[in-house]
């Protein structure tokens, strides 16, 4: 299971995230499945987060987020109006890496890895990371092409389940995260 950090100013703002802190203490606690074991990103949103919910998360650096280089804590209108041609070529070809940092394909191919590197736990495991995190593990365990990350959006507190097949992963289920209306939008 993966669970989302809270909200934060990069996730309200559409930007690329820093090692910043959510903007709540206190959060709405999301349904989850059982779990024997809880892990999370070593971002302190991450860990802010899991200690908010009162999971008692060992950190695991194979979660780390997405690098977003010299973007990271801009907003993405920012970049945009900077670098059209980088955040363009971003957005559109996996291995490119304008700001320096991690291309798309090494990430979801970086985050499949940890994937196929996780334990079985007959009770479940369950993983606070980033967004970004929950996109590329989606795309690799459906085997989709690492752009397929900008087709799936996935809320603060969402909460993607996936199932251990042999050989694969399948997407059982994901879940908006608290704190949103019926239709979808923020409230």
Same mark, same amino acid.
Request: proline share 9%; aromatic share 4%.
């Given at each position: ?6 909200? &934060?100013? @990069? ?19 999301? @349904? !989850? ?25 060992? =950190?695991?650096?194979? !979660?780390?987020?997405?690098? %977003?280089?010299?973007? @990271? ?5 920012? =970049? ?6 980088? !955040? ?40 606070? +990371? ?18 397929? +990350? ?6 603060? !507190? ?13 997407? %059982? ?11 979808? &939008?923020?409230?």
């Amino acid at each position: 299971m993966l669970l989302t950090h809270a909200a &934060t100013a @990069a996730t309200r703002r559409s930007g690329f995230a820093d090692d910043e802190a959510i903007e709540a203490a206190e959060l709405p606690v999301p @349904a !989850l499945p059982r779990y024997e074991e809880v892990r999370c990103a070593p971002s302190l949103r991450c860990r802010q987060t899991a200690d908010a919910l009162g999971l008692p998360a060992a =950190v695991d650096d194979g !979660l780390t987020g997405l690098d %977003h280089g010299s973007w @990271a804590g801009r907003a993405l209108d920012d =970049v945009a109006a900077a670098d059209p041609d980088g !955040l363009t070529r971003w957005l559109t070809e996996p291995e490119a890496v304008p700001h320096g940092g991690e291309s798309m394909a090494a990430f979801v191919g970086r985050i499949g890895g940890w994937l196929r590197t996780v334990p079985n736990r007959p009770q479940g495991l369950l993983a606070v +990371v980033d967004p970004a995190v929950v996109r590329a593990a989606l795309a690799h365990a459906l085997g989709a092409p690492a752009t397929a +990350v900008w087709r799936i959006d996935v809320d603060p !507190l969402s909460v993607a389940v996936l199932a251990r097949e042999p050989g694969r992963w399948n997407l %059982h289920e994901l879940r908006t995260g608290p704190g949103r209306g019926a239709d979808g &939008t923020p409230p």
